[in-house]
């Protein structure tokens, strides 16, 4: 019966949204969120562990026999206890479930460099696949605009809560996308009068614009003002990117577009995070000596066929970790079905081929936060960090695990197994 | 071109050499793993022994003699299980109908099936060994489905279930909805693209009326028509409609259809089953499911569901799954079941509705889906439970003999992904050896 109830609740979802808003805890009430086992990524796991959220932040995490919890506080427990997973890249909520013209905003295909794009523009915090994604754990993306042009727009990092982008967001601007390979070609009707056409005039567009991005902050402090350009809001994005204020999230799955990545990098002194990056294990000892942190593939990406995708592995997130460069794991970009991926399940493959279980929980978590750039508010169970938790009647890694809670900012906002 | 066919003649030669027969007679015994027969209770320690490519005997291992004979393989520790059956694929880069029209049938998919496509080794290492290779979705009747084994073989006609008469096993793949309608000639509605096929069916009944009435008189035999020919053949139930619908009117429509026309049809993917789980049960038709990890992609699947396994279960409605890769991957199809068992479908269906269930959707269940005695030897070894995320097939037999072996570097290529692990196979490895040879290799 309790499955003819969750499917009648997938119906319903715009109304369940509003009503866990409503009558979600107020600031002030204190959560205690009991674990059989707490992993807080801050340390190793604790046995019959608590973590007690007051005011949406995270007051103690301990021991229960140990540990003070307020009387009469509202408490969920659980077989184990993580923190709220991040997903270190995905486009849920400007690429919208029914994949119709409407719901699609993550992608302009019209001009090939455009860094200006907020991702907070278009952001809707009502779109279905969130609670999707939340009833599995997850608390918070990394999202925003999509591989599929040379430089599509911005990225930015959002609680999965809020009727409203102000209230989901942690950080309005997190990167700015950038897609090396085959998809940065240019699409639609006349494409092949457009540019780029060739992965070399994409790399030297992306060199020209910031070149020209360059020469415009030069300008810009120009003592005589009358010379000073205008504001540009192209090159004043490009210009975060120059002050490594910005990474650039660079979509790259051959050895060769990866390299292609590594020496802009070098070439601008700009920071990069690469993403997908499927033939990495390629370049494991270039990537490590530059220092730049990998956004691996979905682990159950497809293969293709003949697609620059065809050499994928599920090994590339261990091989990397191995290899001591930063990872994080993410649901990533899907076309078709399904429109979205689920990085729990991401993860647990990757933990099924080669990653151990801690590596694997904390690149949906902790590292994913570090890499996008939130892990003082998100990532690990620690006080003073955002009350956000994911409850799990066993191995969260395994098929037939539910997720059994979801906590964001000391808010319950889903207690049915997923 | 030239590529292609030197091989697949260097293939032939292999097989007149080495051939079925070859296996034949070498007994086999796997001794001491957990059996998982399906439609039985498992064995915690149990012996299969196969012999000339089929199962011998099955049983717990204290009252199963192993033939003297055989080849004795220690499985302790891990899990045995029939070979997986998945009821709707498109590895091979098999082709369906063109943009002529929606109503092809005529069409065979077996005409255009690449065996050398690594997509098929990627399922043996997911441990399939029956496939339904399907055309697409994008007309009302794309063509005639192909039902194969995936033994080593040079050519696709190696791979083929016959019937008695050494006809290729298939069905016919229709669909309705949002992906066959589109521009004329194609349907522009849904109440259009059941009109067109029933247009159609009602031809389909008058060309076998009239054969029917010809009873083999030359002068009033009607021409032979390929389209209807194959019509006729789902109308007399020598073919089963494997039918694409999502939403939850089209599944309606299907059944609708079905019972105008008298044939017999599986309903595939069936997102929305769950809203209409207790008409289907009353129709008596089964469903091949898929199972997503979101809902959504297209209109159809927007309300999607992990828990329609488990309504259909409890609705009674015969039910396997499928991967329709490359939607999903073929060497998770295991998981496909996991998801099922989490979302609420019992442990038992969910292993049912990857091998037997697909293999009577099929109508092969005397011969695969089941560790049965005189079924087809094809056999997945598993280094734990089927349901769990770490758990690898290790070994895949197909009648009786080892097509996939994890520990083989090529193999486990296939099994993990890497640089090459996509590309077509070369013939290269055929003939060196007695258990490394065809074209599969």
Request: glycine share 10%; with cysteine; proline share 6%.
């Amino acid at each position: 019966m309790s499955r003819q109830r969750s499917s009648r609740r997938l119906q319903a979802i715009p109304l369940t949204v509003c009503l866990l808003v409503a009558g979600g805890a107020t600031a002030a009430e204190t959560l205690v969120v009991r674990g059989g086992v707490v992993h807080t990524l801050a340390g190793p796991p604790i046995a019959d562990g608590v973590v007690v959220i007051e005011s949406g932040k995270i007051r103690a995490v301990g021991p229960a026999a140990t540990t003070p919890v307020p009387p009469g506080a509202q408490q969920l427990q659980a077989a184990v206890v993580t923190p709220g997973l991040v997903d270190a890249h995905s486009v849920v909520g400007l690429s919208g479930y029914l994949n119709q013209p409407q719901d699609q905003d993550q992608l302009d295909p019209v001009e090939a460099i455009q860094p200006e794009l907020r991702a907070l523009d278009a952001y809707n915090p009502q779109e279905r696949l969130i609670e999707w994604l939340r009833g599995f754990g997850v608390t918070t993306i990394h999202t925003g605009h999509a591989p599929g042009a040379l430089v599509s727009g911005q990225t930015m990092v959002v609680k999965l809560s809020g009727n409203t982008v102000e209230e989901a967001v942690l950080r309005p601007t997190a990167m700015v996308a950038v897609t090396l390979g085959d998809a940065a070609r240019a699409q639609g009707p006349d494409a092949e009068k457009k540019s780029p056409g060739t992965r070399s005039k994409a790399v030297a567009m992306l060199r020209s614009e910031l070149v020209k991005a360059q020469e415009y902050l030069r300008k810009r402090s120009l003592a005589d003002e009358s010379k000073r350009p205008d504001t540009d809001l192209r090159l004043e994005a490009l210009a975060k990117v120059l002050a490594r204020e910005w990474p650039l999230l660079v979509t790259a799955d051959r050895a060769h577009d990866i390299a292609s990545a590594l020496r802009l990098a070098d070439e601008f002194q700009i920071r990069i995070v690469l993403d997908s990056a499927a033939e990495s294990y390629l370049l494991v000892d270039r990537i490590k000596a530059a220092g730049v942190p990998v956004i691996v593939h979905p682990t159950m990406r497809r293969a293709g066929g003949g697609g620059e995708t065809e050499n994928i592995s599920f090994e590339t997130a261990a091989t990397l970790d191995k290899a001591g460069i930063p990872i994080a794991l993410q649901s990533g970009y899907e076309s078709y079905v399904p429109k979205t991926r689920v990085v729990l399940f991401e993860a647990g493959l990757a933990a099924a081929h080669g990653l151990s279980f801690a590596d694997a929980l904390a690149a949906i978590t902790i590292d994913a936060a570090r890499i996008v750039g939130v892990a003082d508010r998100v990532g690990s169970l620690e006080v003073g960090k955002d009350g956000d938790a994911a409850l799990f009647d066993g191995d969260p890694f395994e098929y037939t695990t539910h997720c059994t809670g979801v906590v964001i900012d000391g808010r319950v906002m889903n207690t049915d197994p997923r | 071109m030239k590529r292609t066919r030197i091989p697949a003649l260097a293939a032939l030669s292999c097989l007149v050499l080495v051939g079925p027969a070859g296996a034949a007679e070498t007994a086999t015994a796997f001794i001491g793993g957990r059996v998982i027969p399906i439609g039985r209770p498992e064995l915690p320690a149990g012996t299969v022994v196969v012999r000339g490519g089929t199962i011998a005997a099955v049983g717990p291992v204290e009252a199963t003699p192993v033939p003297a004979d055989a080849e004795r393989i220690d499985v302790t520790g891990m899990v045995l299980m029939p070979g997986l059956v998945d009821t709707h694929s498109h590895v091979g880069g098999g082709q369906g109908g063109d943009g002529s029209g929606p109503v092809q049938p005529d069409v065979r998919i077996l005409d255009s099936i690449n065996v050398r496509d690594a997509g098929f080794r990627k399922c043996l290492a997911g441990g399939l060994t029956t496939l339904n290779i399907m055309p697409g979705s994008g007309h009302l009747a794309s063509g005639q489905t192909v039902y194969v084994k995936l033994r080593r073989a040079g050519t696709i006609d190696d791979l083929l279930y016959r019937d008695a008469a050494g006809r290729p096993l298939g069905g016919l793949k229709m669909a309705n909805g949002t992906n066959s309608q589109k521009d004329p000639p194609f349907p522009g509605t849904r109440g259009k693209s059941a009109a067109l096929v029933r247009q159609k069916f009602v031809k389909a009944l008058a060309y076998r009326d009239k054969l029917a009435k010809a009873a083999g008189d030359p002068e009033k035999i009607p021409d032979r028509d390929l389209e209807l020919e194959a019509l006729v053949d789902v109308l007399e139930k020598r073919k089963i409609v494997h039918h694409h619908c999502h939403r939850a009117d089209d599944i309606i429509t299907v059944l609708r259809l079905r019972e105008e026309f008298g044939f017999d049809a599986v309903l595939h993917h069936v997102s929305e089953a769950w809203k209409v789980a207790h008409e289907i049960a009353k129709s008596g038709v089964g469903c091949s499911v898929i199972v997503l990890d979101s809902p959504g992609g297209k209109i159809e699947a927007a309300d999607f569901s992990l828990v329609t396994g488990a309504m259909l279960e409890q609705a009674g409605v015969p039910t396997a799954l499928h991967t329709d890769d490359p939607v999903t991957d073929s060497r998770l199809f295991l998981r496909t079941a996991a998801l099922a068992v989490r979302a609420g479908m019992s442990r038992e269906k969910a292993l049912e509705s990857l091998t037997l269930a697909g293999a009577r959707m099929l109508g092969l269940q005397d011969r695969v889906g089941s560790l049965e005695v005189g079924k087809d030897a094809d056999v997945v070894v598993l280094s734990g439970d089927p349901l769990s995320v770490q758990t690898k097939v290790l070994r895949t037999y197909v009648e009786g003999r080892l097509v996939f072996d994890r520990d083989d570097p090529q193999d486990r290529l296939f099994a993990v992904g890497g640089f090459g692990a996509s590309r077509d196979q070369k013939a290269e490895s055929c003939c060196n050896g007695p258990t490394k040879v065809g074209m599969m290799r």
